[in-house]
């Protein structure tokens, strides 16, 4: 008798993962980074297929690979050229795997295969939840400006641990600069005052920049960092190694330009979000 199929779950980044997904097997439409491969073996699913968003400085784009392996967990990532990151639907409709770990190509994954089979592929095969990772390092961290004197910078790894209190605030914050599901209310959830993605090298669509607009309508200064230039998924060294590669109008009004380091960037957002509150 053949064992039932696995449910197969399809979202526009990890952390709309809920408990009813728990053994199943996904598409998400995120990173492959370290922070939201943990995040998705967090909420215990058998298997898991995201984007590689260029794949990026030292392959940080599918860094989560390797962590999902060391768990035994099936994974795969699609490349960010077939379909646009952040958006679950498009990547089952035309995403092309990219890089596959080593629990995924024992069952038969392998770059260059659709997502669609890839997904139906593990579905068929009698996967149990993942395990807990390992506690992952703190996500958040506030750095204190070098040129304006109470000022600080707010670093998170992913751009859904924004707090009502970030308000005002200028963000760094290692997500893809990529809608979810393309819609504009995803870009930010915080009316912050600036907001710093990875570029996620772009891709299919133009889609890992498409925040920006979006952040444009609503006042917010928005700038992306090369993903070959910092780590994607990694607050800090977005902050300390990104450079900027794309930025919106807003931005533009207050300083900022491509070429500049994230460091720079912030700095000159502070100041003109200092002189607004003057």
Known sequence: MNAPRLQTIIVD????????????VVYAASHGG?????????????????????????RAGVAGLDLLADLGVPAGAIAHTSARI??????????????VNAPASGYGLAPGMSCREALERLAAVALVPAPK???????????ASAVLPGAKVIVIDSASLVSPADAGAVVVTASHGGLLGGKPETAIKIPVFSAVYND???????????RLPALDA???????????????????????DGFISTLNETAQRHGGKIGQSAAAFCDLMLIAARSRAA
């Open 34 to 58: 370290t922070y939201a491969a943990a995040y998705a073996a967090g909420k215990g699913i058998a298997a898991v297929i995201l984007n590689d968003a260029g794949i990026g400085r030292e």
């Open 200 to 210: 996620a090298a772009i891709g299919m669509d133009r889609a890992g920049i498409c």
């Open 218 to 240: 609503r006042g917010i200064a928005g700038a992306c960092v090369s993903a070959f230039s910092a780590r994607i998924g990694d607050g800090i060294s977005t902050y300390r």
């Open 133 to 143: 990772p390992s506690p992952a390092d703190e996500a958040r961290h506030e750095i």
């Open 13 to 24: 980044s990890v952390t709309h993962l809920a408990p009813a997904h728990h053994g199943a």
């Open 86 to 99: 952040g958006d679950g639907n498009d990547g089952v409709a035309r995403g092309v795997l990219s890089t």
